[in-house]
């Protein structure tokens, strides 16, 4: 579930992100993915964490 979040909470800044900095139709997609990519992870790292702290 957090991973699902955090892609989701990625894409939608990085696409933010790109819009502000002036980015054309495929500079946002990029930003977007890769961002959601980053989270994912990230997201993947917490839910490993929790899962391991909690037995």
């Known amino acids: 579930m957090i991973v699902i979040l955090g ?3 990625g894409a939608i800044s ?3 992100l790109a819009k502000r900095r002036g980015g054309k139709r495929l500079d946002i997609l990029q930003y977007a993915v890769i961002y959601a990519m980053i989270f994912a992870i990230l997201g993947l790292f917490a839910t490993l ?3 391991r702290l909690s037995i």
């Open 7 to 9: 892609a989701i909470v």
């Open 14 to 16: 990085g696409g933010f």
């Open 49 to 51: 964490t929790i899962h």
